[in-house]
């Protein structure tokens, strides 16, 4: 790659541009351009911001979104007023009601915390095996699950951060978590303990319909529910126009 001087300079340079989602709009203007990922299914499609703050996370979601590995997995496991999850790389050819929710690939990522990143509607965040065997909450690296949720007020949001003290000392809800999830909804009991890394900022009606199939007795849908993904990166503009489509 680096065979000359010039040659490795113009590398350098155009390596920087592409990392940092640097677009050419024209030969005056480089506009900063965001990472969505398009997430389309028979319900419909969901359009998901992936946060700067979970860099971790967030490659390694956008990594596997391009090479193909979430397409025509299943939505496996579907509850309704919690979560829908997905990204078993199980599911892709297993039988009507076989139980699903412990493939994904031979690693996990280091958990990430932070209060500006938190269960309210919409939010993505990853999967991961239980306390018991898995002390340290790192995330899987492929199963994540998106946040239906409900509405609380305040005093149930006060009763649940005292009970969540108790198992994280020090927790406490900031004021604005507070207001979305007494406004918007989510799941805030998950907050500190499963790690989010995105937020869905088009096709939330998409998941709404998804937490309405029917499901088996594990929370299996009684239909096979495909996921297909593309990364897209879209400028400002770009993003402006497809939300307000």
């Given at each position: ?159 649940m951060e005292k009970g969540m003290k108790r198992r994280i000392p020090g927790f406490k809800f900031t004021q604005t978590q507070i207001t979305d999830y007494t406004t918007v909804g989510g799941t805030p009991f998950l907050d500190q303990l499963y790690t989010v890394y995105g937020q869905v900022i088009k096709g939330m009606e998409t998941v709404d319909k998804i937490a ?34």
């Amino acid at each position: 790659m680096r065979l000359i001087r010039n040659i490795a300079l113009f590398s350098i340079v155009t390596t920087l541009f592409a990392c940092s989602g640097l677009r050419n709009t024209d030969k005056n203007t480089v506009e900063l351009a965001e990472t969505i990922v398009k997430v389309t299914t028979s319900e419909g499609e969901i359009y998901i911001q992936l946060s700067d703050k979970a860099p971790k996370h967030k490659a390694n979601f956008i990594k596997l979104a391009k090479e193909g590995f979430y397409d025509s997995l299943l939505f496996h496991r579907v509850m309704k007023g919690f979560m829908i999850q997905g990204g078993d790389p199980w599911s892709k050819n297993s039988k009507a009601g076989t139980p699903l929710g412990n493939g994904g690939p031979d690693y996990t990522i280091p958990a990430l915390f932070d209060t500006t990143l938190y269960h309210r509607k919409g939010a993505l965040a990853a999967a991961r095996q239980p306390d018991g065997i898995n002390p340290e909450k790192e995330s899987s690296g492929s199963q994540f699950y998106i946040v239906q949720g409900k509405v609380y007020t305040e005093s149930e949001i006060m009763l649940m951060e005292k009970g969540m003290k108790r198992r994280i000392p020090g927790f406490k809800f900031t004021q604005t978590q507070i207001t979305d999830y007494t406004t918007v909804g989510g799941t805030p009991f998950l907050d500190q303990l499963y790690t989010v890394y995105g937020q869905v900022i088009k096709g939330m009606e998409t998941v709404d319909k998804i937490a309405n199939i029917p499901v088996n007795k594990r929370s299996r849908p009684k239909v096979n529910l495909r996921m297909k993904m593309e990364v897209l990166q879209l400028t400002a503009k770009e993003k402006a126009k497809l939300l307000d489509e």
